[in-house]
C-alpha cells in the first residue's frame, strides 16, 4: 500500500464495496477505463448543485465546506458549518479525536462543524452512514470535538435527515482499523468478485485475473459461505470442483414394480442448481443438459423486458418485441417522470391488446414483478384486467427453464453471460442491470438526450437477447442442437451395478 496514513473518502467508500478495489486505488493503479468514475462524480457533481439551496432553508447556513477548506473557518465560537463528507480525510498517524497538530491553537476556539452528506438516490444505505460517522472521526481530528449527529439529504425530493453519529462509530472505527492494517500488511487483499463488479471501472483487471487463476468467485450463483467450505476441503478452482460431479447410477425397475401396491415414489425432483456440474460444463464448454420440459408457445410470443429504479419502485422504460406477419417489430415505451408511468403503462398495454393473443416471454421474475405492480396500482377495466391475469398466468420464464435443467458453459445464468455465450452482442460494452439505474439517474440530473438513447437501445438489446436465448433452448428441447455442442447429461450416467448377496 501506499506510505501515507491519510485515508480520504472516495477510498473508505471503495472499502466498504471491495477491499481489493480500495487497494488499487491507493496504489495508484490505472483502470481500464473510467466511465463509471465519470458517471458517478457527474451524478454527485449535478445533485449536489440542485440539494445545496435544501441545506440552506433546514440550516440557514451556505455550504457545505470542503475539508480541506476547514483550517481557515477555525476560531469562530458561534460559527456553524457543514462539512461535505465526501472530501473528508482521516490521518491514521493522529490519535483519535485529538486536535489536527497544525491547528492546536484552534481547539478550544472551533464553531460547530456537522458532516453532511448528499446522496442521490432515495433509499438511505448502510454505506451513507458509516461515510457520514467516517466525515465525523475525520472533523474530530481537526476539531478536538466529535459530532453528535450529521445530516443526510437523499433522493429526487431532496429529503433531509439527521442521523446519531453514535449509532455508526463503533463500525466506522473497526473498518479504519482494518484498512490501516491492510497498509501495514503492504499485500493486497484475496481477489472476490462481488456484486459491486459490473459498475466498477476495475471489473476487467479483476475477472482477468480470477480467470486466470480458475477462481471459484466466478461462479455468481455460489456464496462465500460455499466457497469457504470447499476451500477447507482443499477445492480452491472451478477445474477441482468439477472433478467432484459424480453421474447418478441408472437404477433397474424390478418386473413386479407396476404391480406393487405401494404409491409410486414420485419420478421428478424439484430441480436444483449443481455447482459441480456447471463447473464441469465450464470446464468441457459444453452445454450439459440434465432434464427439459416442452418449451412451446400458445400465444403470439412477445419478448418484454422492463427497466425501473430499484430505490423508488417506479419503472421507467418497458420494451417489447414481437413477430407480426413474418416481420420483428420493436416498440419502447418511456416515462420521463414518475407521474408518468401510468400514461408508459396504458400504451403498453394498448400495444398488447392490439397484438391479439399475445403470450409473455421474460427472462428472469422483474417483468412478471412489473405485471403484478401495474394491475394492482392503477385501475383497470374489467377487460383490461383480465388481459393482465392473462397474461401473467401464461407467462414464460426463461430463466426457470435453464435453472437446474440446462447448464450453459458459462459462470453465471444471467442474460449478458448466456446471451454473449451464445453469440448475442451488446451496442453499449458496460451493459448490465447494475449499471442502468447509473445513466438514468444521470438523464435525470442533466436531460442528455444520449444517455436516453443509450438506456432505449440497451433495454432492446435485452428483449433481444432474450429472443435468442428462447431459440436455442427451443433446440435443446426438441434435441435438434448439435451445433450448440450440448450434452446430454443422462449419457453419462454409469449402468445399474449389480452387488453380491451375503458371503
Not at 431 to 447: D, Y
Not at 457 to 469: P, S
Request: glycine share 8%; proline share 5%; net charge neutral.
Amino acid at each position: 500500500m501506499n506510505a501515507s496514513s491519510l485515508i480520504t473518502a472516495p477510498l473508505f467508500s471503495a472499502f466498504l464495496k471491495c477491499q481489493t478495489k480500495a487497494h488499487l486505488l491507493a496504489i495508484g493503479e490505472p483502470a481500464a477505463g473510467s466511465f463509471f468514475a465519470d458517471i458517478e462524480a457527474r451524478i454527485s457533481s449535478m445533485y449536489k448543485e440542485v440539494a445545496k439551496p435544501r441545506l440552506r432553508v433546514e440550516t440557514g447556513v451556505t455550504g457545505p465546506l470542503d475539508f480541506e477548506d476547514l483550517p481557515g473557518h477555525l476560531g469562530h465560537e458561534t460559527a456553524i458549518y457543514h462539512v461535505d463528507c465526501e472530501t473528508a480525510v482521516y490521518d491514521l498517524a493522529l490519535p483519535t479525536h485529538a486536535p489536527a497538530r497544525h491547528h492546536p491553537q484552534h481547539f478550544s476556539q472551533s464553531g460547530i462543524f456537522a458532516p453532511v452528506l448528499f446522496s442521490p438516490w432515495d433509499k438511505a444505505e448502510l454505506a451513507d452512514s458509516l461515510l457520514l460517522a467516517f466525515g465525523a472521526m475525520a472533523l474530530s481530528q481537526v476539531t478536538g470535538t466529535l459530532p453528535d449527529t450529521g445530516t443526510l439529504i437523499c433522493g429526487d425530493g431532496h429529503g433531509y435527515k439527521t442521523m446519531k453519529i453514535g449509532d455508526h462509530i463503533a463500525q466506522a472505527r473497526r473498518i479504519i482499523d482494518t484498512i490501516g492494517t491492510t497498509w501495514n500488511g503492504r499485500e493486497e487483499p484475496p481477489l472476490v468478485l462481488n456484486r459491486h463488479c459490473p459498475v466498477c471501472d476495475f471489473q476487467p483487471r479483476c475477472r482477468s485475473l480470477a480467470t486466470e487463476h480458475d477462481d471459484l468467485s466466478l461462479l455468481a450463483a455460489m456464496n462465500g459461505k460455499e466457497r469457504a467450505k470447499l476451500k477447507a476441503k482443499g477445492i480452491t478452482t472451478i477445474a477441482h470442483l468439477s472433478y467432484g460431479y459424480r453421474p447418478r447410477r441408472r437404477k433397474h425397475n424390478r418386473p413386479d414394480a407396476e404391480s406393487s401396491t405401494k404409491s409410486p415414489k414420485p419420478s421428478a425432483l424439484t430441480a436444483k442448481n449443481d455447482h459441480k456440474l456447471k463447473a464441469l460444463a465450464i470446464k468441457k464448454r459444453q452445454i450439459h443438459v440434465v432434464g427439459t420440459s416442452p418449451l412451446k408457445f400458445d400465444g403470439t410470443p412477445v419478448f418484454l423486458d422492463v427497466e425501473g429504479m430499484p430505490d423508488r419502485g417506479f419503472y421507467y422504460l418497458v420494451g417489447l418485441r414481437f413477430e407480426i406477419d413474418g416481420e420483428q417489430v420493436e416498440r419502447s415505451f418511456w416515462a420521463d417522470e414518475p407521474s408518468d408511468e401510468r400514461v408508459m403503462w396504458e400504451n403498453c398495454l394498448s400495444t398488447l391488446k392490439a397484438i391479439g393473443n399475445a403470450q409473455i416471454i421474460s427472462y428472469g421474475a422483474y417483468e412478471i414483478q412489473f405485471l403484478r405492480k401495474m394491475r394492482d396500482r392503477y385501475t383497470l377495466t374489467p377487460d383490461d384486467a383480465a388481459l393482465v391475469d392473462s397474461l401473467i398466468n401464461t407467462l414464460v420464464n426463461l430463466l426457470t427453464c435453464i435453472y437446474g435443467k440446462i447448464y450453459f458453459p458459462t459462470f453465471s445464468n444471467s442474460l449478458k453471460e448466456v446471451g454473449r455465450y451464445l453469440g448475442f452482442e451488446w451496442t453499449w460494452p458496460q451493459a448490465s442491470g447494475a449499471a442502468a439505474p447509473l445513466l438514468r439517474r444521470a438523464w435525470e440530473l442533466c436531460a442528455d438526450d444520449e444517455l436516453k438513447c443509450g438506456l432505449v437501445g440497451y433495454n432492446m438489446d435485452d428483449c433481444r437477447a432474450a429472443a435468442t436465448i428462447a431459440d436455442a433452448l427451443m433446440r435443446i428441447c426438441r434435441g435438434g442442437a448439435l451445433d450448440l455442442n450440448a450434452v446430454d447429461v443422462s449419457s453419462l450416467e454409469v449402468s445399474f451395478q449389480h452387488t453380491f448377496g451375503k458371503l
